[in-house]
C-alpha cells in the first residue's frame, strides 16, 4: 500500500514559483503514473501533470511551459515545479499513485495561494 504526503505548498506572489514533492513510502512508485492534481474552492478537482513510469508527461493546457513534472525514483519522489504562477492557480494540490489492477493512492493534499 503506497502513501503520500505532499509538502512544499504556501503563500507566493503572482510571478513567483514553488516546488511541491510528494514522498512515497510502503512500497516503491518506479511502475506507478504519478499525478498532481488540484482542486479550487467550489470546482472540481482537476488533472494538473502526470508522468509515467517512462518519464513521459502530460500537462493542463492552462499549465504548460509554467509547470514541470519530475520524479526521482531513487527518492521515490515525485515534484512539480510551478513558475510564472497566478491567482488562479490557487488551490489544494494533491498527488496520486496509480496503477493498473490496483486501487490509487492520494496524498492529504498541499495548500497553494498565489496572491499579492
Known amino acids: 500500500q503506497v502513501q503520500l504526503v505532499e509538502s512544499g505548498g504556501g503563500l507566493v506572489q503572482p510571478g513567483g514559483s514553488l516546488r511541491l514533492s510528494c514522498a512515497a513510502s510502503?512500497?516503491?512508485?518506479?511502475?506507478?503514473?504519478m499525478g498532481w492534481y488540484r482542486q479550487a474552492p467550489g470546482k472540481q478537482r482537476e488533472l494538473v501533470a502526470s508522468i509515467g513510469s517512462s518519464g513521459n508527461t502530460n500537462y493542463v493546457d492552462s499549465v504548460k511551459g509554467r509547470f514541470t513534472i519530475s520524479r526521482d525514483n531513487a527518492k521515490n519522489t515525485v515534484y512539480l515545479q510551478m513558475n510564472s504562477l497566478k491567482p488562479e492557480d490557487t488551490a489544494v494540490y494533491y498527488c496520486?499513485?496509480?496503477?493498473?489492477?490496483?486501487?490509487?493512492?492520494w496524498g492529504q493534499g498541499t495548500q497553494v495561494t498565489v496572491s499579492s
Open positions: 496520486k499513485a496509480s496503477r493498473a489492477f490496483q486501487s490509487a493512492a
Open positions: 510502503g512500497s516503491s512508485t518506479t511502475f506507478y503514473v
